[in-house]
């Protein structure tokens, strides 16, 4: 190729976006253009491309340019990093989920049905979970011949609750004491021993508020009050009492309220029939009867499907599903299901948004005041309590900023949660009545007719209602 002839007149070379790969392409075509392998090198190191070229590709369009005149032609490879994987924390206690148990045999050989053995028993010393390392990654290459960063796994960290252990090197947890595994509310992995209650809860036991596991093998009766840290069950029924526990609550009976009291559970509440009464789930409640007239909360589901399966009156709200086989009557009574409603995400998200508010002050005196020493050191000025402020200071800082990111990320993940509606159903198992009234976000829609088996989701602005699959 004469002296005269440019490359830079004839060849343009681009790169991917995520720089892995550069192209050669011809802005015109000239039939006395010609090149050598080394010129075509030579020009495209000039365009910062200096790693992976295919030389063979190269000595292709030196020997016969024509063919790649219309095309885009690939010239270079790096290759793409490999993110990096987070870290988590694996359960070494497998934990029972309450079904499938047999009846504990006494001595004499008689099965008492009552005393099923599903509790996960754990022993102190012994280990409940490990933590399991995030895998870091690897760097990749750019054609550029720079390092392309990599997303580093997170480390993921024990949510300890109560009457557990790490270990120094935070690789393990441990029972404190013999007791009973349970997570409750937030993820938080417990051990608690048990409390049991042989009979009703009346007069003669009175209100119970305990660190642990509650097992009542009576009734709850109306005016009375059991509040635990773990798991609450009854066997029995529960009548217009109040039930608090962080963990799961399981009423084998069934709940009468009288429109007083409630049942209230950071997970899950289980139980065969609620009448007049008031729910709140951390995450489902699931009722193998009916639901008559009650307010159900629940942030996850609502289930109410086995044989009978019947919701009439009230209000039931759930964040994502409700599953009924029966819902309303032939007489009309005003039905109210919603999903798609998780209050207590909202009262997070506004308490984080006045954290925030909060942190960014905060930030900004500390550093109006971190400004003003340091102008004070650059000239000789900081004496030694001013020194050791200013340490705190920067202590401080740091603290507020990591504490502003850990929000925001929350934040974040909160407002996509409330967004999705795409998890947000009723599903009818048998039959919807006219004067139900179907609630997904904003969106309402009142059934006028009776329906059979069908959905309702959210879609374009709309409830939909399609048939139930």
Do not use: W
């Not at 300890?160 to 349970?182: C, P, Q, R, S, W």
């Not at 007239?293 to 289930?303: D, E, G």
């Not at 925030?356 to 971190?370: G, P, T």
Request: aromatic share 6%; with cysteine; charged share 25%.
């Amino acid at each position: 190729m004469t002296d005269h002839y440019l490359l830079e007149t004839y060849l343009i070379v681009s790169i991917s976006d995520d720089k892995t790969e550069a192209y050669l392409q011809f802005l015109k075509q000239d039939d006395e253009f010609s090149c050598t392998q080394e010129d075509l090198e030579r020009f495209i190191h000039t365009q910062q491309v200096k790693y992976g070229l295919d030389r063979s590709t190269l000595q292709q369009i030196s020997e016969n340019p024509k063919k790649f005149y219309s095309a885009k032609t690939p010239i270079a490879f790096g290759f793409s990093p490999v993110q990096g994987i987070d870290g988590r924390i694996e359960m070494v206690m497998k934990l029972a989920e309450g079904k499938g148990h047999s009846p504990l045999e006494s001595d004499h050989g008689k099965v008492d049905h009552k005393e099923i053995n599903n509790l996960n028993n754990v022993r102190k010393g012994q280990i409940i979970a490990k933590r399991i390392e995030p895998i870091p990654g690897k760097l990749g290459m750019s054609v550029m011949n720079e390092a392309i960063p990599f997303k580093t796994g997170k480390e993921a960290n024990f949510k300890v609750g109560k009457n557990v252990v790490v270990n120094e090197d935070k690789t393990a947890m441990y029972a404190a004491l013999d007791g009973m595994i349970t997570i409750s509310d937030k993820s938080k992995i417990n051990v608690f021993p048990i409390y049991e209650v042989n009979g009703d809860v009346d007069y003669s036991v009175g209100n119970i508020d305990f660190v642990g596991n509650v097992i009542i093998r009576g009734n709850v009766l109306t005016g009375f009050r059991i509040k635990a840290a773990g798991d609450i069950r009854v066997i029995g029924g529960v009548e217009g009492a109040e039930i608090d526990a962080n963990g799961s609550v399981e009423i084998t009976s069934g709940i009468i309220g009288y429109n007083k009291g409630h049942v209230k559970a950071g997970v899950n509440v289980k139980t065969s029939f609620i009448q007049d009464g008031n729910v709140i789930a951390g995450e489902d409640v699931i009722v193998s009867q009916s639901i008559m007239h009650s307010n159900i909360r629940a942030a996850k589901n609502v289930i109410c499907k086995d044989v009978k399966g019947l919701i009439v009156g009230g209000s039931i709200q759930a964040g994502e599903k409700v599953i009924a086989r029966t819902v309303g009557n032939t007489m009309s009574t005003i039905t109210t299901i919603e999903v798609g409603v998780v209050p207590e995400l909202r009262n997070e998200l506004t308490e984080l948004r006045n954290q925030m508010r909060f942190q960014a002050d905060n930030i900004v005196k500390s550093e109006q005041a971190l400004n003003l020493l340091n102008q004070l050191a650059s000239v000789g000025q900081l004496s030694s309590d001013k020194l050791s402020m200013r340490a705190k200071l920067n202590a401080t800082l740091k603290s507020h900023v990591k504490e502003q990111s850990e929000n925001k990320e929350r934040i974040l993940d909160i407002e996509k949660m409330l967004e999705d509606t795409n998890k947000s159903k009723v599903e009818i198992i048998n039959t919807i009545y006219g004067g139900s009234k179907i609630v997904i976000g904003r969106y309402t829609r009142f059934v006028k007719d009776t329906a059979e088996r069908v959905s309702f989701y959210y879609s374009e602005g709309d409830i939909m209602m399609v048939p139930y699959i």
